[in-house]
């Protein structure tokens, strides 16, 4: 069974814009990370799988649940993390939390304890005399107090200072060791490439590609670099590639698409040397946005 | 009944200060009743006015001075300062969730809408309750201690009407609030608007226009100076406004049911 399951799903504004058509699979136990800039439609995916708002089209489930009609069920299984702390802040972060367990029937407070002290929270003190990413870490542990089949992370670093960032990174992995799953919205691709197994990228409220992180930087985008023996060819002609940089013979360049019509532009011109290399989940995310913007 | 309790503790504070400031003005409103009881001054006064102009100053043929006093002080303004409560009660249910963004944390844990929503009028309606039992004890209380025999059972009956009036508009507001979620805008709204119909009733009342011609406003369903009188609620007028804030209610649960909540 998939963790989260998206059909068409669509949630328009009276604007125009939302997310159209969504088709998603998310598979039990796997990080799956969401790319999109702000305003591509990331959050209001999620706020629309968590019943926030509902469908204007099409249908999803998660953890086996409908999310227009089985709404409250599903959210006890699932752990949410907003991009920006949205908790009572004239309560302590120990007030937040039991209060967020006492609706979820938590009894049992050790794995709350545990990482309490794990991500070195203070909870005695009341929410508005925190600093973000104190409050950001309040609101990671009651995201993970329950212990939940599901975490959905709408841009969870933000505000973590650079040790926390690992610590947290630490957690999902063990998350997902544990055969959780976890659903991680960001625009911070570095975390994305180390934590996720496959990336979602949305542009414009679309899907442009669902992918395994690997699959997708091997065939999307290539680092190209090439020396030439005698007089190099017009490389600017060529389709696909940017950020082009000539030195004498020497060029290097990204490339997007099917390397068999570049191979071939530049067979013939006596190549003394060529690397293509897997270039970093970045410029794979660029590629979609440039494309979609006409640069390409 | 977490829902309940957390937002029951939200409330505390607000809660303590409305309490403080009824319980001092009603023990200063009791106080001056002995000097009512001994002067006919205000009757003299208030003969040649209209009934309704009567009621306010507490002067209405059939009721002793200082029922009158009372029903003009207490029950005449306690018919808006419960509702000047209710209005700041109700807009902190939803609409003050929603603008502080704390509506993503609450609806995001697995919460029932409607169970959300009651329990939100729930403390609304207790909170009315604790404040308008906590004036009539001290009213009693001023009055004993002054030694001034007054209808404590009238103002009683007196006092539930203004908690039901209240609760009404209350529901009202917390209809009127699920398309709001901006707390501030809500609050200035829900309290011009209350304090229309309130100067609207007042106006219609002294023109002499007739309680049909009324009955579109929740406060034409109070007569603090006919409960005292008669010493038990209007059973017609309290079942109009019961019925009133239970539609209203019903109606807020389907609006809430199926409002989305935007970032």
Known sequence: MNAMELKQLSHLYKNGRGVREVDLAVETGEVFGFLGPNGAGKTTLIRTVLGLLRPTAGEGRVLGLDIARQNRELRRGVGYLPSDPALYDFLTGQQNLDFALAVRGVRDRSRARALAERLDVDLKRRLKTLSRGNKQKVSILIALAHDPELLILDEPTSGLDPLMQEAFQDLVREEQGRGKTVFMSSHVLGEVEVLADRVGIIRDGRMVTVDHVDHLKKTRVKYVSCEFKSDRPDLEKVAGIRNLSLDGRKAQFTFVGDLDPLLGALAGHGLADLTVADPPLEEVFRSFYEEGSGQA | ?263
Request: hydrophobic share 55%.
């Open chain 2, 1 to 263: 009944m977490t829902l309940f309790w957390q937002h029951f503790r939200a409330q505390r504070n607000g809660l303590f200060i409305w309490l403080a400031a009824s319980v001092v003005t009603t023990i200063s409103v009791a106080s001056a009743a002995r000097s009512m009881e001994q002067s006919d001054l205000m009757s003299k006064l208030g003969q040649a006015a209209p009934p309704a102009l009567q009621a306010l100053m507490g002067t209405l043929p059939g009721l002793s001075p200082v029922d009158g006093f009372i029903q003009a002080k207490m029950g005449t303004g306690m018919a808006l300062i419960l509702p000047v409560y209710a209005c700041l009660l109700a807009m902190s249910a939803i609409t003050r969730e929603v603008d502080r963004s704390t509506a993503d944390f609450l609806l995001t844990l697995p919460v029932d809408r409607t169970r959300l929503l009651l329990d939100r009028w729930g403390v609304m309606a207790a909170n009315l309750a604790i404040l308008t039992l906590s004036v009539w004890v001290a009213l009693v209380a001023g009055l004993k201690a002054s030694q001034v025999i007054g209808s404590f059972g009238g103002y009683f009956w007196m006092l539930a009407q203004d908690w039901l009036l209240a609760v009404t508009i209350g529901s009202l507001t917390l209809l009127v609030s699920l398309w709001i979620d901006d707390y501030s805008l809500g609050v200035k709204a829900a309290l011009a608007g209350t304090g229309t119909l309130y100067v609207i009733d007042l106006g219609m009342r002294v023109a002499g226009i007739s309680k049909w011609g009324r009955s579109f406003n929740p406060f034409t369903y109070v007569d603090a100076a006919r409960t005292v009188m008669d010493g038990h609620l209007p059973w017609g007028d309290a079942a109009v406004l019961a019925v009133a804030s239970g539609l209203s209610l019903w109606l807020a649960v389907q609006a809430f049911g199926r409002k989305q909540i935007y970032s």
